[in-house]
């Protein structure tokens, strides 16, 4: 039998806090920077409650330790998602996992949202599986958070590696949903969306990408967003966008790409401060300077992709995130839960398929007259 420290853990507790199914067992460094996460996030919200998974024997003197025993439930699973393990091992034989378990809690509503930083692919099928896709979605879509030149510091991007394909249908879904998750996350009344090109041009790109363009543009009024077009590489950290829609092949190139970049110029930066006794002194006086920028583009202040297409919510912490990046991620998730997400989400993913089908009737050849033979106008 699981161990609780409150009597219940419903969706939504006795006092209107909000309830999180937290993985303590998938990360990098262990359960402790989970729990340190949780705590702090715990202690800036005294309505939440939380479940947390994992062993036990591990988990009770770290909460116990944090003081948050009075907000947290423990469910003893003996069991972990190792990072090398393949998905389809992970379903196999993940019944008796913190995944697992996490990801349960929220189909039985128990908890309103799951977070884990534990394996993507095995945590995306398991996703998949316990809450099945929200109905009219193909595939559903990994969205992050890109640091940006925008007033809210930051553009959503989607699929970021959810799925390497995507037709024009999966776009014109992502849109939506992208649109949706800035709005209710990102607090963007009216998000400005683009679809990620070779070109700004119009006659640029794959045929699905051409396709895609006239759907997202023809959907804009029935999602409440502004359809901005063609955007390039180098509008990721723009002020023209808001959202970036793309497959989850050139997302997961475009993040990895972007995560290695910042990591060599920091490096570079570092190298060149310490190089000489003046580039030291140079360093001590543009210290608080430094600081700020660092505070501005720390990736851990926006840890957390949301899987967007599943019925309920589902945040991925990276699996190296320490306490701040995991408060973050749990900050994400508790504040998609308080907005309604979910229902906003499957709102948007119904407009998403009736504007598909509407198109799909447009486009297509009418049958012809029976009296002339001709094609009807």
């Not at 570092?270 to 300077?289: E, G």
Request: glycine share 10%.
């Amino acid at each position: 039998m699981p161990r609780t420290f409150p009597d219940s853990a419903p969706a939504v507790s006795a006092d209107k806090g909000i309830v999180l199914s937290v993985d303590a067992m998938g990360g990098d460094k262990g359960p402790a920077a989970v729990v340190a996460g949780l705590a702090r996030f715990l202690r800036d919200e005294p309505a939440a409650r939380a479940i947390l998974h994992g062993r036990e024997s591990e988990l009770t003197p770290l909460v116990t330790k944090r003081g948050i025993a009075g907000q947290v439930t423990i469910r003893d699973c003996p069991d972990v998602v190792q990072m090398k393990d393949k998905p389809s091992v992970a379903l196999r034989h993940g019944k008796t996992t913190s995944m697992w378990s996490a990801i349960s809690a929220v189909r039985e509503g128990d908890a309103a949202v799951c977070i884990s930083c534990g394996n993507t692919g095995a945590l995306m099928a398991m996703s998949m599986l316990l809450l099945r896709k929200a109905e009219g979605v193909n595939r559903p879509a990994i969205a992050c958070l890109w640091p940006s030149r925008n007033p809210s510091g930051f553009n959503v991007m989607l699929d970021c590696g959810a799925d390497i394909r995507a037709d024009q249908d999966d776009l014109l879904t992502y849109a939506l949903m992208g649109a949706s998750y800035a709005r209710n996350g990102l607090g963007i009344k009216h998000p400005r969306v683009g679809l990620l090109n070779v070109g700004v041009e119009e006659h640029k790109g794959r045929a699905e990408l051409k396709v895609a363009h006239d759907l997202i543009a023809r959907a804009a009024p029935r999602g409440d967003y502004d359809y901005v077009g063609f955007v390039e590489g180098g509008d990721l950290p723009s002020s023209r966008v808001d959202v970036i829609v793309t497959d989850g092949f050139t997302g997961n190139v475009a993040l990895k790409t972007g995560e290695g970049t910042a990591t060599l110029i920091s490096e570079l930066l570092r190298a060149a401060f310490m190089k000489t006794i003046l580039s030291r002194f140079a360093a001590l006086l543009s210290y608080s300077s430094m600081r700020r920028l660092r505070k501005r583009i720390d990736p851990r202040r926006v840890n957390g992709g949301v899987f967007l297409g599943l019925n309920r919510i589902v945040v991925k912490s990276h699996g190296s995130a320490d306490a701040t990046g995991m408060a973050a991620a749990v900050q994400l998730a508790y504040r998609l839960a308080q907005s309604g997400f979910s229902d906003k989400l499957a709102a948007r993913v119904a407009s998403a398929v009736a504007l598909a089908q509407e198109a799909h009737h447009d486009d297509a050849p009418q049958d012809p007259s029976p009296l002339t033979g001709k094609t009807a106008t």
